[in-house]
């Protein structure tokens, strides 16, 4: 399957590409999704796998299945207070 994914925010600039097309496998959840993005970014690694990812426009798991054809969006999240 294809999906498109684009780095939301600064992330873009650390990664060097605003968005990426994968070919994933049929099963492709979140999670696998994350791992990929971590071994192609390595030095982004961290961030990468604290990242919100967001799927056709819906809030996901891990777990989430995708889909071919599939838009993610990849945001970290921030905290403060």
């Not at 990929?36 to 798991?61: C, G, H, N, W």
């Amino acid at each position: 399957m294809q999906v498109r994914v684009r780095f939301f925010s600064y992330l873009g600039g650390l990664i060097g590409a605003q968005q990426v097309e994968l070919s994933l496998p049929e099963a492709a959840t979140v999670a696998g999704l994350s791992q990929r993005l971590q071994e192609m970014y390595p030095e982004r690694a961290v961030l990468l796998a604290q990242a919100v990812f967001i799927a056709d426009r819906k809030s996901t798991t891990p777990e989430t299945a995708l889909t071919d054809g599939a838009q993610i969006l990849v945001l970290l999240s921030l905290g403060g207070g």
